[in-house]
């Protein structure tokens, strides 16, 4: 049996005209599902109330216009829950107490730039030198031109003399320079720890 072309795009029509109906379900089904969650917390806050509440006289201290007692302050600021809130009246249907904020908390600002505990950023790049960056400057050291033997270490040498630098305080020029200096020397040896030489300005403030 052949099926012609008009039919199967009825066909196709069909089964995609399922896909909505069958999504539109789907949230429903959702929806209700959030409601009966948010009932059934509902459900559970009544109950936490009414055990918090049962059996206790000093509910009975509660006065309109009156502040309570210290222990039932403690009591009502149990029951306070954010964005929720929580209405106490007597027999006679006066509002005795309010525990809760039904104000949404606004989420804390988001931080700005360097506003972490961060205290210097730094960028290596190679032979075009290194960048170093604080919250209030900045400085781009172009870098020492070497022979090269061994790569190996360079890194690790300049954030050992970046981070010498960043705990005597020197100023950032001196730093950068500092580190590229001993990343260049490294460089120009074998091994990935070669031995400095003395230099008493590694242990100062180099000038």
């Given at each position: ?5 008009r ?25 209700t599902?959030l ?7 509902l ?18 201290e ?12 403690l009591?009502?600021k ?5 964005e ?45 030198g ?21 790569t190996v ?16 305080g020197?100023p ?11 990343a ?17 300005a ?6």
């Amino acid at each position: 049996m052949r099926v012609s072309l008009r039919a199967k795009v009825v066909l196709v029509a069909l089964v995609l005209s399922v896909i909505p109906a069958v999504g539109y379900v789907h949230v429903k089904q959702i929806e209700t599902l959030l409601r009966e969650g948010q009932e059934q917390g509902l459900r559970a806050t009544a109950r936490a109330i009414g055990m918090a509440l049962h059996d206790r006289p000093q509910l009975l201290e509660l006065r309109p216009n009156e502040p309570a007692s210290d222990e039932m302050q403690l009591i009502l600021k149990s029951l306070a829950r954010a964005e929720s809130r929580v209405w106490i009246v007597d027999q006679n249907q006066r509002l005795l107490a309010i525990a809760g904020d039904l104000k949404k908390a606004s989420p804390p600002p988001e931080p700005g730039p360097l506003e972490f505990a961060v205290r210097l950023v730094c960028i290596t790049r190679g032979a075009h030198g290194s960048i170093l960056v604080t919250a209030n400057s900045h400085h781009e050291h172009p870098g020492f031109s070497v022979k090269i033997a061994d790569t190996v270490g360079a890194g690790d040498a300049f954030t050992a003399a970046m981070t010498l630098g960043l705990l005597h305080g020197w100023p950032l020029d001196e730093t950068n320079r500092l580190a590229a200096e001993v990343a260049a020397f490294v460089c120009t040896r074998p091994g990935g720890a070669p031995e400095l030489p003395a230099a008493p300005a590694w242990s100062e403030s180099p000038g």
